[in-house]
C-alpha cells in the first residue's frame, strides 16, 4: 500500500503555534510514527488549512512488477470505479445534521482521476457546499477519502494492480456564491432589491445582543467571528453600536483605512484583517463629519433618526462582497438602532450575552422574548464571567450560576421553563473571568485569532459556540431546526401537519406560503409535501381569534360589535413590539386591507387594519388553516 512522508512540513495548531513535524502517515492522514515536535512562536497571522500545508512526496509499493492501476485500467472499468465510489459515498457519508448523504444533498460534483502518465495528479473528489458554515468538513472530508482508498484498493486487488504513486487522494472543497435566505424566487428579487448591492452576496445575518451593557458583547462578537473564520467560513464583522464603537479597540489591522468601492456612490470596502471584513464607525474618517467618526472621535451625540440613518449607512453602504454570514454587534438596549437593523436585514438568528447575575439574566430572558416576537431565533446564549478557578483550587461563582441553575420563576413568578421563551439548555456557553482574554483585547488581537497555549479553556468554549452557531445556520438553510416544534412553547417550524381533505399527505410547515387577498376579507395559504400541495384559506376573524405562538383557538366572547380574546402573543404597534399575556385583546372586524410579511422561517408578521401588527408562527398559521399538528420532522 502507498505511503507518504510529510517532510518537515510546517503545521499550525489550536494554541497558535505552529509545529515542524516529521512522520510517516497513511493516505488517510494517520500518523503512523511519532513526530519530533518544536515549538514556534506566531502572533497575529490566519491559520491557514491543513490541506495547504503538507508538502507530500510519495513512494510507490509494487509486488513482482505488478502494473499501476493507472496504466492497467481501462475507460470502462474506470467509469465502474466511479459508480462504486459515488454509491458508497450515497451509503457511508451522510450529513450529520441534514441526516442526508452528500450525494443525495447534490453537493457531489465529480469524482476524477489521474492520466496514465500523470505520475503527480491525484484522484480527485469535487464537493461543492451551499455555504463553508459546516460544523464537519473536515470529518466530511476524511470520510471521503477512506471511501476513495477503499475503491482503489478493491479494484486494485481484484485486479492484481498496485497502487502506484498517482493514488494520491484530493477532496476539494468549494462553496457557491452565497445569497440572502429566500424561499422563492420572487422572494429572493423582492430581498436583494431591499438590501441593495453591497449585501446581495450576504447569506446569513446574525445579531449579538445583550440587554445589559458592560457584559462583553463586543468581545464575544470579535472572537466569534474569527472563530468561525478559523473554522472556514467567509465571516464579516459590523460594529453596530454607534454611540460608543468598540471594534477599532478590539481588532487593530496593520492598515486601518476605508477605502472607496466603485460598486455605488457612496460606497466603500469594509477593512480585511486575517479573512475576516471589519467595518466601525471608529475606522470611519473623523472629517466625514459623523458624530463619533474617527478611532479618537468625541462623543457621538444624535437623536435616534439619526442614528437609523449612520447605522442604514455603515450596512448598506459597504460592499461586503461574498459572506457567508454578517456578524452585527448591536449597542445594549432596545432602541431605534436595532429597529433599524430589524427592519433593514432578515436576521438568521441572534446570540444573546449576559452575565449569571440575576439582574442581568432577567434583562436577557426580556431580550430572547424580544427576537422572538419579531421571528429571531436566539441560537446560543452566552454567560461571559459566570466564573473563576482559583490557584488554590476550587471553582466560584461570584455572580451566581446563572441560567444553569435558575429558572424562569426565579424573575416573574411564572412557572414556564427556560425552553418555553427560546433559550436552549445545550446552547449555553459559559466563558470565565478570564485576564487571558483581557490581554487578548487589550493587545487589539482578539483571543481566537492569537490563540495562546494557556487559553486552552476559554477557545474551547468559542469552538462550542461557533458550532452551534454553524450548525443552526446550516439547518436553517435547509428549512430546518435544531429547535423542534412543540405546540405549546412555539417552537420553530420543523413540524408536519395533516388535513381532513388531503389524504394521507403530511405537509412540511416549513413549506408554507401565506399571501393576503384583502378583497375576500381572507388570507390563501400553501403547503407542500413529498407528493403534492394543499392550498386552503383563513378568513380574518379565524386568524385574529388564534393564539399566534400554538394556533390554538384562544377563548372569545361577543361584546358588541367587537370581539374580545384573551391568550398569549406579541404585536408591533408604532414600530414598539409589546407582549399580550392574559391580556384583553380587541379583535375588531375592520381588519382589511392587511398586510403580510415573512419573518424567516419563524412565521409571517401580519399588519391589520386596525392598526395591530402580530407575529404568527407557521404552526399556529398551519392549524388556523385547519391543519392537525401530527409529529416533528
Given amino acids: 500500500m502507498a505511503t507518504w512522508v510529510i517532510s518537515r512540513a510546517l503545521v499550525r495548531t489550536r494554541c497558535g503555534s505552529i509545529f515542524a513535524a516529521s512522520a510517516r502517515v497513511d493516505p488517510l492522514g494517520q500518523t503512523l510514527s511519532s513526530r519530533t515536535i518544536s515549538c514556534l512562536a506566531l502572533n497575529d497571522r490566519p491559520r491557514p488549512a491543513a490541506d495547504h500545508l503538507l508538502g507530500c512526496r510519495s513512494h510507490s509499493n509494487t509486488t513482482n512488477g505488478s502494473p499501476s492501476i493507472w496504466s492497467a485500467a481501462s475507460p470502462r472499468e474506470l467509469a465502474s470505479l466511479e459508480d462504486d465510489i459515488l454509491s458508497s459515498l450515497r451509503s457511508t457519508v451522510v450529513d450529520p445534521f441534514l441526516h442526508k448523504d452528500i450525494v443525495t444533498l447534490g453537493w457531489v460534483r465529480g469524482v476524477s482521476f489521474p492520466r496514465p502518465l500523470g505520475d503527480d495528479e491525484p484522484v480527485r473528489v469535487t464537493i461543492r457546499l451551499p455555504t463553508l458554515l459546516h460544523p464537519s468538513i473536515d470529518e466530511m472530508k476524511s470520510k471521503i477519502r477512506l471511501v476513495v482508498w477503499r475503491g482503489l484498493e478493491n479494484l486494485a486487488v481484484a485486479k492484481g494492480w498496485s497502487l502506484s504513486d498517482q493514488s494520491n487522494i484530493d477532496v476539494a472543497v468549494f462553496a457557491s456564491k452565497p445569497v440572502p435566505l429566500a424561499q422563492t424566487a420572487a422572494e429572493h428579487s423582492e430581498t436583494i432589491k431591499k438590501l441593495g448591492p453591497g449585501l446581495a452576496n450576504v447569506g446569513h445575518f446574525l445579531a449579538v445582543y445583550s440587554c445589559k451593557g458592560g457584559v462583553g458583547k463586543s468581545t464575544i462578537a470579535a472572537n466569534l467571528a474569527y472563530e468561525l473564520s478559523n473554522q472556514g467560513a467567509?465571516?464579516?464583522?459590523?460594529?453596530?453600536?454607534?454611540?460608543?464603537?468598540?471594534?477599532?479597540?478590539?481588532?487593530?489591522?496593520?492598515?486601518?483605512?476605508?477605502?472607496?468601492?466603485?460598486?455605488?456612490?457612496?460606497?466603500?470596502?469594509?477593512?480585511?484583517?486575517?479573512?475576516?471584513?471589519?467595518?466601525?464607525?471608529?475606522?470611519?474618517?473623523?472629517?466625514?463629519?459623523?458624530?463619533?467618526?474617527?478611532?479618537?472621535?468625541?462623543?457621538?451625540?444624535?437623536?435616534?433618526?439619526?442614528?437609523?440613518?449612520?447605522?442604514?449607512?455603515?450596512?448598506?453602504?459597504?460592499?461586503?462582497?461574498?459572506?457567508?454570514?454578517?456578524?452585527?454587534?448591536?449597542?445594549?438596549?432596545?432602541?431605534?438602532?436595532?429597529?433599524?437593523?430589524?427592519?433593514?436585514?432578515?436576521?438568521?438568528?441572534?446570540?444573546?450575552?449576559?452575565?449569571?447575575?440575576?439582574?442581568?439574566?432577567?434583562?436577557?430572558?426580556?431580550?430572547?422574548?424580544?427576537?422572538?416576537?419579531?421571528?429571531?431565533?436566539?441560537?446560543?446564549?452566552?454567560?461571559?464571567?459566570?466564573?473563576?478557578?482559583?490557584?488554590?483550587?476550587?471553582?466560584?461563582?461570584?455572580?451566581?450560576?446563572?441560567?444553569?441553575d435558575v429558572s424562569r420563576s426565579t424573575f416573574d413568578g411564572d412557572s414556564l421553563s427556560l425552553e418555553s421563551v427560546g433559550i436552549d439548555l445545550d446552547s449555553i456557553i459559559q466563558l470565565p473571568i478570564s485576564s487571558i482574554t483581557n490581554g487578548s483585547n487589550d493587545s487589539g488581537t482578539p483571543l481566537c485569532l492569537e490563540r495562546p497555549c494557556e487559553g486552552q479553556v476559554e477557545l474551547v468554549q468559542f469552538e462550542r459556540l461557533a458550532r452551534n452557531v454553524s450548525e443552526e445556520l446550516l439547518l436553517l438553510q435547509h428549512g430546518k431546526s435544531k429547535r423542534r416544534d412543540t405546540g405549546a412553547e412555539g417552537g420553530l417550524s420543523d413540524a408536519v401537519v395533516t388535513f381532513d381533505n388531503g389524504g394521507d399527505q403530511q405537509f412540511d410547515v416549513a413549506s408554507l406560503f401565506m399571501a393576503v387577498d384583502s378583497e375576500g376579507e381572507a388570507f390563501s395559504v400553501r403547503l407542500f409535501s413529498g407528493e403534492g400541495a394543499w392550498q386552503g384559506s383563513i378568513r380574518g376573524d379565524d386568524l385574529r381569534s388564534v393564539d399566534p405562538k400554538t394556533g390554538e383557538k384562544m377563548a372569545t366572547e361577543s361584546a358588541g360589535s367587537e370581539v374580545v380574546g384573551k391568550g398569549c402573543g406579541s404585536s408591533v404597534v408604532d414600530d414598539v413590539v409589546t407582549h399580550h399575556k392574559g391580556q384583553e385583546m380587541n379583535i375588531k372586524p375592520e381588519l382589511f386591507p392587511a398586510r403580510v410579511e415573512k419573518k424567516g422561517i419563524y412565521g409571517y408578521s401580519v399588519e391589520w387594519a386596525d392598526g395591530a401588527t402580530i407575529i404568527y408562527s407557521m404552526i399556529s398559521i398551519a392549524k388556523a388553516a385547519g391543519g392537525k399538528h401530527v409529529s416533528n420532522l
Avoid at 236 to 248: A, F, Q
Avoid at 330 to 351: F, I, K, N, Y
Avoid at 361 to 374: N, R, S, T
Fill in 234 to 404: 467567509r465571516v464579516g464583522l459590523l460594529d453596530v453600536d454607534i454611540y460608543g464603537p468598540s471594534l477599532p479597540l478590539l481588532v487593530k489591522p496593520l492598515d486601518p483605512a476605508v477605502r472607496r468601492s466603485p460598486k455605488g456612490s457612496g460606497m466603500v470596502y469594509p477593512i480585511i484583517h486575517s479573512n475576516v471584513k471589519l467595518m466601525s464607525l471608529g475606522y470611519v474618517s473623523p472629517n466625514s463629519g459623523v458624530p463619533g467618526s474617527g478611532a479618537s472621535g468625541g462623543p457621538a451625540v444624535m437623536r435616534g433618526p439619526m442614528a437609523g440613518r449612520v447605522v442604514a449607512q455603515l450596512l448598506k453602504g459597504t460592499d461586503w462582497g461574498d459572506l457567508d454570514v454578517l456578524i452585527l454587534d448591536l449597542p445594549p438596549g432596545t432602541g431605534d438602532v436595532q429597529l433599524e437593523v430589524c427592519q433593514s436585514v432578515r436576521l438568521s438568528g441572534a446570540v444573546c450575552v449576559t452575565t449569571p447575575s440575576k439582574l442581568a439574566v432577567a434583562d436577557a430572558i426580556k431580550g430572547v422574548e424580544m427576537f422572538a416576537a419579531l421571528g429571531v431565533p436566539t441560537l446560543a446564549t452566552v454567560e461571559n464571567m459566570a466564573y473563576f478557578d482559583c490557584e488554590g483550587g476550587g471553582r466560584h461563582h461570584p455572580f451566581g450560576k446563572g441560567l444553569v
